[in-house]
């Protein structure tokens, strides 16, 4: 883990699916369970997903559930809505209301269904009543994440082995809000953008850049050439993150996934180490709290450096 307050050198290393049912034979509960105009069932969804969902550049982000994320969607506008779908049985709320008009003004198509079958066609635990079909999110390049505009200080979050959608999800939320350049994932031990983590997120992913990456300790490497720091959050590390000599430097955070941490590789790229203090007695925190109040100590750090 190095020490010193220098610039990393790019020479330099690191220290720190049963048988199918034949509904359509017998006309019973045909719809039950279909995309609305559509002939699949919603199991075929996660049993069975289109090959677009698994290449390799594809994060995913195009089934969004919950009032917030769909409204955000729709807001954006910064990819296309395929449609709206919204349960006849919700009251109107401001936000629904929002939604309507949105859809109307982006000619969206909008559709109301029964509770049943928005429940059908559902793919988390509470959709809210509404429902959004819309273009995958694209990836971008790590350079993008990196380069500097206005004098901002690049602020980029990697994510290493990090699995969970519900922690993905926060942490775009707290991300987003907090004002971070951008999420690089790895393509492999990793979630990716599935609609429990869309929805976690809140409508974060329609603003936050991210980019999907091979390997992350050769992404590590590279952006250290290019002059920014990396910390790394390590449970084990000596140095708290009150003790983050850089924070007011360009840099990148990377955090790992729950039990496991940073891999080897990982830590070795890192130029310094960092552990949030504890005073409780459980182990550790949840990584998307983790990430939370670091993000927010190196921000708050970089107000008083200003």
Do not use: F
């Amino acid at each position: 883990m190095s020490q010193s307050q220098r610039r990393p050198q790019p020479s330099r290393g690191r220290n720190q699916a049963g048988k199918n049912k034949q509904s359509s034979r017998n006309g019973k509960n045909n719809t039950r369970g279909r995309r609305p105009g559509a002939n699949n069932h919603r199991n075929d969804r996660e049993k069975d997903p289109p090959k677009a969902r698994n290449r390799p550049d594809n994060l995913g982000g195009d089934h969004i559930e919950g009032r917030q994320a769909v409204r955000e969607l729709l807001r954006a506008g910064t990819r296309r809505t395929q449609q709206v779908l919204i349960s006849e049985d919700v009251h109107t709320t401001a936000v629904l209301a929002e939604i309507a008009d949105l859809c109307e003004e982006r000619r969206v198509p909008i559709r109301q269904l029964s509770a049943r079958k928005l429940d059908d066609y559902a793919l988390t635990e509470s959709h809210q009543g509404v429902i959004a079909q819309a273009e995958s999110i694209r990836p971008v390049e790590v350079e993008t994440l990196i380069a500097r505009s206005s004098g901002e200080l690049p602020l980029v979050v990697a994510l290493d082995g990090v699995t969970d959608p519900g922690n993905l999800g926060a942490i775009l939320r707290t991300a987003e809000v907090a004002g971070v350049t951008g999420i690089v994932l790895p393509r492999h031990r990793a979630v990716r953008l599935t609609p429990a983590a869309v929805k976690a997120a809140a409508g974060a992913v329609e603003h936050l850049p991210i980019a999907l990456v091979a390997g992350l300790p050769a992404v590590m490497k590279e952006v250290s050439a290019k002059g920014l720091w990396i910390v790394g959050l390590d449970a084990d590390a000596t140095n708290s993150i009150y003790e983050m000599r850089v924070a007011t430097e360009p840099l990148m955070i990377v955090l790992g996934a729950e039990g496991e941490g940073l891999s080897h590789l990982t830590k070795k790229r890192c130029d310094q180490l960092v552990s949030i203090p504890q005073i409780g007695h459980i182990e550790s925190l949840n990584v998307s709290n983790a990430a939370a109040i670091t993000i927010y100590e190196i921000q708050r750090q970089r107000e008083i450096d200003r």
